[in-house]
Structures are given as structure tokens and as C-alpha cells.
């Protein structure tokens, strides 16, 4: 992806420490609609695994997460409504 094409909304957390980046992007997310696709640069390392286990826990998805020259990356794509598979006509 490493482009914007794709991505509704930038998030830049650069500069903050835990547990600010998913702080805020917790609040970004909030503001998104499903399935949109949020950006947010970081600073801090230990934004690497806070990320994937934030995204694990809440079901929005990590799509990318990349390191350059001290930026890291992470494209989330924010959870979307679960559909039912199948017809409810045979419940009838």
C-alpha cells in the first residue's frame, strides 16, 4: 500500500509515548466510519507491538506496518458490521 490512495484519514503521533499514539488513534477510529482506512506515523518503538495488540483486541484490522528512518507506519483499516451469511427464508 506505502501510498495514500487508499487511506481516509492521517494520524500523526510522532513524538508521543505510550500510551498516546493509541490514544488517540482510538479516537480517530471512533470518528471513522466502517471500513475507512486510517494512517498514523509514530515515534515511539514500542508503538510496534502496542499496535498489533490493540487492533487484535478491538477487531480493527492492521493492514501494514512498516519502519522508515525512525517513522513508523501503520495503515488500519477501522472494523466493519458483521454480515449474517445465507437467507433467513428458510427460517420461515
Do not use: H
Not at 490512495?5 to 510522532?14: F, M, T
Request: proline share 3%.
Amino acid at each position: 500500500m506505502n501510498g495514500d490512495q487508499s487511506v481516509n484519514k492521517v494520524l500523526d503521533a510522532r513524538g508521543l509515548k505510550c500510551p498516546l499514539p493509541i490514544v488517540k488513534t482510538k479516537k480517530e477510529i471512533d470518528e471513522m466510519n466502517s471500513g475507512e482506512v486510517l494512517k498514523v506515523l509514530a515515534t515511539d518503538p514500542g508503538s510496534k507491538g502496542d499496535f498489533a495488540s490493540w487492533c487484535k483486541k478491538t477487531g480493527n484490522k492492521l493492514l501494514e506496518a512498516f519502519e522508515s528512518d525512525g517513522v513508523f507506519t501503520y495503515i488500519i483499516k477501522k472494523k466493519g458490521r458483521e454480515t449474517v451469511a445465507g437467507s433467513f427464508d428458510s427460517l420461515v
